[in-house]
Each structure stands twice: as structure tokens, then as C-alpha cells.
């Protein structure tokens, strides 16, 4: 298998010369338009006409994709630079590079399409049908794949339709495909890797344990999807007991998983989570499920002890070390830990201590409400580490709003929301932290609050600087703005209509957001 030399490895190494020490980038980490020709040229292939932007040439995109993925270029706030790349096991290498590709070339909400589109292409090659009979076949596939949303491919490669021909087009590239659509060896092993890479159809007489194993790696709407298969055809409180058995003795990931399963089944529930505050590794979760449904009654609200418990067994669940440490200082920090007695404590304390405090860097936003004249802005400095369901309640401290209404995140295709409200195609705003959702200087975000009304703002990352004062990285502070805010659901009987802006009343409320 020529995992070396196949098209695009051979273009990512190629576009990686090119880059060396620096070059320039967008907002959006790609290359300038400016800049095509040049990098086109150093692949030895044509420049795309009239690309709007890089990411729309694909000859161009999917190398530079590929070269990120790989190692061999970084891409940092403003410039690309290349580096050595990998050293280890090339066909690892162009795995990462394939999967990197088809997630780019995936424009459904959940960067799905591009890959379940391959994923079907290459098991039907491997039966070997006739070339005309492909797309049927795929289709065919697709449809009785459990995981996979079936819409989401026809959003593959902006196609439109079931797009096959850009399917064989990318796996052509990576080696995968010979001109004749039949399969390499490299097809081969990547159809073997996508299948090892399958959870295997969920029946109902699958042990919870390994259900609840197989839940933790898949995502929210995939493991309700893979539970539900799991509890048909069974009776719910002996399914939900075995859950609950299986889960107190599961790693804390998989604990997660059964404890989101059973609390996605609501208040009937309420009977296995009274059982379930005997169990010491269930009893804080119990609490916290018990205490959405009797907020009034003090005997479910999670003590303080709870709460240290839970801070642990999520940080614990996360396997990034910047994002566990962040975690936990959302919580109160290291105190936090030594003071929840959970088991996993001592472990998770010395992983903290010995990965150490990330870098620290403060965001400097310009955020535009839309469609207002005089025009309305205001300019916040804020932690990059916070989360988007933080950012929303410093808005609203920005406007002098209420919070009233619902909102909705918008960034690079992906739609964030408060998690209570289950707003359709939207994920949960407190999973993403800004850092993530605008990774560099240049980068955009649409904010909408009051779903009717539909004000409008846009986020702009104006400026990303590096603190080495802890104080400094958290603290949320409006440094500047001009014109004065409307006031929300105003009525003419109402008096004035605006608020006007007032930068010392703005940062009184935002003192209070993290405390300070």
C-alpha cells in the first residue's frame, strides 16, 4: 500500500515547501486569495478561476487540509508555518489526512455527510457491483445505516444530490480508487478501518455495560439513537435498573452515558433516581436529576460535597488536559478536588499539577448589533476560555438586556443554544468554549437573541492577547461602544426606547459574570 505518494500526500508535502517559514492567512486559517496563484504553482497544478476564497479550490483546500492534519503545517492566528511533520507510521498519517478531508468536504451541521458517503462507497466496492450500479447500491446503504444521518450526505462536496462522483474524486486522491472505480489496497484497509471504527448494530440483549461504553464515544444525538434500539422491546424500569447497576461501577464516562440516558427519559424516572442516591458513585447525579424536578425542596438539592463529586467525574470524563484544567477551575479549582472524596480525585490532581496552567489569553471582541442606525457596538475584553453560554450573559450585561428571550450561536456552519430549550439543529452552548468556537484574530460569529425580533449581532475577534497575570485572563470588561441599546419588547406607552450607553453601569454587571 503506497500511503506516500498517492495525489494528495504528494500536494500536502509539496504545499508544505511552499509555506516554510510563513505565509500569511484569513480569518478562517486558509490562505489568502492573493496568494492562490503561487501556491497553485508550487503543486504543479492550474489555478482555480475566480476562487472567492481558498477553501473553495478544492485542488488547493484539500491539500492544505490534509498538511494540517498531518502535522505538516500549523496554522496560527494570522500565519502558517511549516514543520517536519510526522515520524511515525505513514499509513496512520494518511488515515488522519483521508478522515481531515472528508469532515472539510462535510457541510451538514455535524460534518458528517462526506464521510458516511465514503464509508458506504467503499463497502459497496468491496462487493465488487457494476460502476452504473453505485449510486443505488450507496443509497441503498445509506438508508439502512443506523448511525449515519442519511440527509446529511446530500450536503457532501455541495453537490446537491447523492454526490458518488465526488465520493470516487476524493478517494481517487488519496490512493484509494483507481481510475476504473475499482478499489486499491489502500481502499481496502481504509473500508476494513471504517468498519473496525462502526459500533456493531445495538440489540436489546447487549450487556449495559458495554452499551454504556459504546455511548460514551458517540455523540448525544447518536447515543439516544443507539439507546433507544437498546430498550425496545424491553420493560423501562428493569432496563433503566440495569443501567444504573452497570453504570455505578463504569468509568466515569460511561457513568455519564447512563446517567444522560436515564435523565433523557424524564421525570418517570423519579423512582430510579431515589434507588439510585444508595449508590455512593450515583448519589451525587441522583441529586442533581431529582432536584430539576423538586427545585422547592431543599431534601434533593445537591450539597456542596455533591457538587465537588460532579466537578471531578466530569473533568475525569474529558480527555483533553486543556480543557479538564478549565473544567475545573469553572468548578473553583484544585481546592474543588481535594475537597469531593471521589476516588478519582488523587489521580486527576496529579495529572493537573503535572500538565500545569495552559496559556492564558484574553479576547478582544467587537460585537455589532445589526441593521441599526445610529449604529449600536460594543467592544468587551473577555477570557478566551469562557464558555458561549457565558459570552451570551455578557451580551446581554453589554445591552442592558434581560434575557427574556432565546438565542442562538452561529460559527463556521455549527448553531449553539441553551441546552434547556432544545432548539432544533442547535448544540449545547455550554460544551463550547470561545477559544474553540474562534480559534484566531479575524474570526466571525453571528449572535442572535429574541427569535422573533431576530436582533442580530455580529462578533468579530478583533484582537488575541497572551496574559501572564491569571487576574488579567479572567475578568470581563466593555472597553469601548458607541450608540444606545434598544430596550427589549418596548412599547410606545412604554416612554423611552433606548438605553443609553453607559460603559461604568456596563461593567458593573459584568464584574459579577466570573466573580469578580
Known amino acids: 500500500m503506497d500511503a506516500v505518494n498517492c495525489t494528495i500526500m504528494v500536494r500536502a508535502r509539496l504545499l508544505a515547501g511552499w509555506v516554510g517559514a510563513g505565509r500569511l492567512v484569513t480569518a478562517k486559517g486558509v490562505l489568502r486569495p492573493v496568494d492562490i496563484p503561487a501556491a497553485a504553482a508550487a503543486m504543479g497544478v492550474e489555478t482555480p478561476p475566480k476562487a472567492r476564497t481558498a477553501a473553495d479550490a478544492e485542488v488547493l483546500h484539500r491539500p492544505w487540509v490534509a498538511a494540517q492534519a498531518m502535522g505538516l503545517i500549523v496554522v496560527g492566528a ?305 477570557p478566551a476560555s469562557i464558555r458561549l453560554d457565558v459570552l451570551h450573559h455578557a451580551i446581554q450585561a453589554a445591552f442592558d438586556w434581560d434575557d427574556d428571550h432565546l438565542h442562538t450561536f452561529e460559527a463556521d456552519r455549527r448553531r449553539y443554544s441553551d441546552p434547556d430549550f432544545a432548539l432544533d439543529d442547535c448544540e449545547d452552548e455550554t460544551d463550547v468554549r470561545l477559544a474553540k468556537a474562534m480559534p484566531r484574530e479575524g474570526a466571525t460569529m453571528t449572535y442572535v437573541y429574541d427569535l422573533g425580533d431576530c436582533w442580530e449581532h455580529r462578533i468579530l475577534v478583533e484582537k488575541i492577547d497572551e496574559s501572564e497575570e491569571p487576574d488579567a485572563a479572567a475578568a470581563i470588561t466593555c472597553t469601548d461602544g458607541r450608540g444606545d441599546a434598544p430596550i427589549e419588547d418596548w412599547h410606545p406607552e412604554d416612554g423611552e426606547g433606548t438605553t443609553p450607553f453607559d460603559i461604568d453601569a456596563i461593567n458593573r454587571r459584568l464584574a459579577a459574570l466570573l466573580g469578580g
Do not use: N
Open 78 to 382: 494570522a500565519r502558517a508555518t511549516a514543520t517536519a511533520g510526522p515520524a511515525g507510521d505513514q499509513l496512520e498519517a494518511w488515515w488522519t489526512a483521508l478522515l481531515a478531508v472528508l469532515r472539510s468536504e462535510s457541510h451538514d451541521r455535524r460534518g458528517e455527510g462526506a464521510v458516511a458517503l465514503c464509508r458506504a462507497l467503499l463497502a459497496v466496492l468491496e462487493d465488487g457491483p457494476p460502476v452504473d450500479e453505485l449510486e443505488d447500491r450507496v443509497d441503498e446503504r445509506l438508508q439502512a445505516a443506523d448511525l449515519w444521518q442519511f440527509g446529511a450526505v446530500f450536503e457532501a462536496f455541495r453537490r446537491g444530490v447523492m454526490p458518488v462522483e465526488g465520493g470516487l474524486g476524493v478517494l481517487a486522491e488519496f490512493g484509494a480508487v483507481d481510475a476504473a472505480a475499482g478499489l486499491t489496497a489502500l481502499g481496502r484497509w481504509a473500508g476494513r478501518r471504517f468498519a473496525a471504527a462502526t459500533p456493531p448494530p445495538v440489540t436489546p440483549d447487549l450487556p449495559a455495560s458495554e452499551l454504556l461504553t459504546m455511548l460514551a464515544s458517540l455523540s448525544e444525538e447518536d447515543a439516544l439513537r443507539q439507546a433507544r434500539c437498546w430498550l425496545a422491546g424491553r420493560d423501562i424500569d428493569e432496563a433503566v435498573a440495569e443501567v444504573l447497576s452497570a453504570a455505578e461501577t463504569a468509568t466515569p464516562a460511561a457513568r455519564l452515558a447512563g446517567v444522560d440516558l436515564v435523565g433523557a427519559m424524564g421525570e418517570a424516572m423519579r423512582p430510579a433516581w431515589q434507588a439510585a442516591l444508595e449508590r455512593p458513585m450515583l448519589a451525587a447525579h441522583a441529586h442533581a436529576a431529582l432536584a430539576t424536578w423538586d427545585a422547592a425542596e431543599d431534601q434533593w438539592e445537591p450539597s456542596e460535597a455533591d457538587r465537588c463529586w460532579l466537578a471531578v467525574e466530569y473533568a475525569l470524563a474529558v480527555e483533553d488536559s486543556e480543557e479538564r484544567y478549565y473544567l475545573v477551575q469553572d468548578f473553583g479549582g484544585l481546592a474543588v478536588v481535594d475537597a469531593s472524596g471521589h476516588p478519582g480525585a488523587p489521580g486527576l490532581r496529579d495529572a493537573l499539577v503535572a500538565a500545569g496552567r495552559p496559556p492564558q489569553y484574553v479576547y478582544q471582541l467587537k460585537i455589532v448589533l445589526s441593521g441599526v442606525k445610529p449604529p449600536v457596538w460594543r467592544r468587551l475584553r473577555v
